[in-house]
């Protein structure tokens, strides 16, 4: 059983039920929706499939609704060729129309984005296409332009994405499409919404406070996956951490706004903090791109699988390669293995120190728990959770022992699907919180997971009706 969970994105080559069958078998803990591209009625149909696969396999599937974010792209008239050290104007759609009627020889372009081009400063670079097409501000062009120098031969076409990783933005941290799609994937009850191009803690709080608007303030809000894409995010990590429920390295853009050769030493960096932080970390892009179109992956890419466990993500993630890939089944089996040999190594082996300035006594109960695991070579740590945050504390020491979770609620069923090494049972409707565990044995025998004679250390924590912290120790599954 592998602890760190699998992340795979939902496409046309993955949308039959069967084919999501077969990747929740080969070891799928979580579904990802990328709202980029799709129809509603699509999404709704993908869901309906998971939930139902879910029941039908007693295995939470978590979905995890990925935000597109605020773009920018640039409008050209036509496509626009230059040489490196040629320069261009670039300017936005609020001028479009002075700017239209000029009669410069210089060539121009637009963002899309009214006002922006006010914002861009000499030296700021500007990165077409994914970093493809890569210009620098050398000169301010009048009130309402800049000059721009190409930095090598480059094509500029037409509604290609922007990246600005040097120029303070400024936008809304949901577009009116995020705040349409929003209010659909809270009326689906998706289990996690990932923020795309988050730069501070504010942003967060701004998508949190959208999603009360919409549910109310009773509601259960789905968790927040804040993407960690772009310098203001790494400049501001720890407090983005302190406010989000999840984070994810989105090295893609990272790597366009970063220097690639720094993208490895930052991913190490947040997932420490995240472990820290006591937050679930998203390890993704490119983990098995070539699987893409081929069978087996490269050695590197092993490789990276592999190092991101044994950093401790809670997860790695499978982007195309599931989503429109040939071998969507057979790249997360390959992913379920790398993880599996890598967890059996001993480079897997790290004790994470809790932060006992929690000024509660649960810290230190929680340590306790795996402490006593430890000393007693528990066969497993069996747990009641009805919210989630006492498996999470549990998680957070990565103990190598097994983690069985009771929890009477199906929201928080589906959102352990992405915690490392949390294999959770749902009960509810039960009212029993005492006969949880006794339930979880048996389903726990029933499926291999225990025997009789193992040794189990028990922690109940606390329930609705239960104030009291509850340690009950080590007990022998009969």
């Known amino acids: ?54 029941e039908e396999l007693r295995v939470p599937v978590a979905i995890l609704a990925d935000m597109q974010g605020p773009r920018i792209r640039i409008e050209v008239d036509k496509e626009i060729a230059l040489k490196k050290g040629e320069r261009i104007h670039v300017s936005d759609i609020a001028y479009r129309e002075v700017f239209s009627k000029s009669k410069a020889k210089q060539p121009i372009c637009y963002l899309d984005v009214a006002k922006m081009a006010d914002r861009l400063r000499v030296g700021d670079a500007i990165l077409i296409e994914d970093g493809i097409v890569a210009l620098q501000v050398v000169a301010k062009h009048g009130a309402h332009a800049v000059e721009a120098a190409a ?37 689906q009850e ?29 509601a259960r809000l789905p968790q927040i996956v804040a993407k960690i894409e772009r310098k203001e995010a790494i400049k501001h990590l720890k407090s983005i951490l302190k406010v989000t429920d999840a984070v994810m390295v989105a090295r893609g853009d990272l790597g366009i ?23 679930p970390v998203i390890v993704a892009t490119q983990m098995m791109k070539s699987m893409v179109d081929n069978a087996r992956p490269t050695r590197a890419e ?40 890598t967890e059996e190594s001993p480079f897997d082996d790290v004790y994470q120190e809790l932060d006992l300035n929690m000024k509660t006594e649960y810290a230190a109960v929680i340590r306790s728990v795996y402490q006593l695991s430890k000393s007693f070579g528990a066969r497993a740590i069996l747990l009641l959770s009805m919210s ?33 090494g949390i294999q959770p049972f749902n009960f509810e409707g039960d009212a029993d919180h005492d006969g949880y565990i006794d339930r979880m044995i048996k389903e726990a ?30 007990r022998r599954v009969r």
Not at 198 to 210: L, M, P, Q, Y
Not at 448 to 473: I, M, N
Request: net charge negative; aromatic share 6%.
């Open 302 to 341: 092993v490789s990276d699988v592999s190092n991101a466990v044994i950093d401790h993500a809670d997860a790695v993630m499978l982007s195309e390669e599931s989503a429109m890939g040939k071998y969507p089944v057979e790249a997360i089996a390959m992913m379920a293995e790398i993880i599996e040999k």
């Open 445 to 474: 025998k029933a499926a291999g997971k225990l025997a009789a004679g193992d040794e189990t250390a028990v922690f109940l924590g606390r329930t609705a009706d239960r104030r009291t912290l509850d340690l009950v120790g080590i």
């Open 1 to 54: 059983m592998k602890n760190t969970k699998i992340v795979a994105t939902i496409g046309p080559a993955s949308e039959e039920k069967e084919t999501l069958r077969s990747m929740i078998e080969a070891g799928m803990n979580v579904a990802r929706l990328n709202f980029s591209h799709g129809e509603y009625a699509w999404f709704e149909m993908v869901i309906n499939r998971l939930r139902e696969l879910s």
């Open 190 to 218: 998706v289990d996690y919404v990932g923020l795309s191009f988050v730069g501070s803690a504010d942003d967060i709080r701004t998508a949190r406070d959208e999603m009360r608007k919409v549910v109310g303030d009773e």
């Open 388 to 420: 989630g945050y006492t498996a999470r504390l549990i998680s957070h020491f990565r103990p190598e022992t097994e983690i069985l979770v009771a929890t009477n609620s199906k929201k928080t069923w589906y959102a352990l699907a992405l915690v490392w």
């Open 257 to 279: 706004e970063m220097p690639e050769s720094e993208v490895a030493i930052l991913q190490k960096t947040i997932i420490r903090e995240s472990l820290g932080a006591m937050k």
């Open 151 to 187: 930095m090598t031969d480059c094509r500029i076409k037409n509604r290609k994405g922007v990246i600005l990783p040097d120029t303070p933005l400024d936008l809304p941290i949901l577009s009116e499409k995020d705040l349409r799609d929003l209010a659909f994937v809270l009326g």
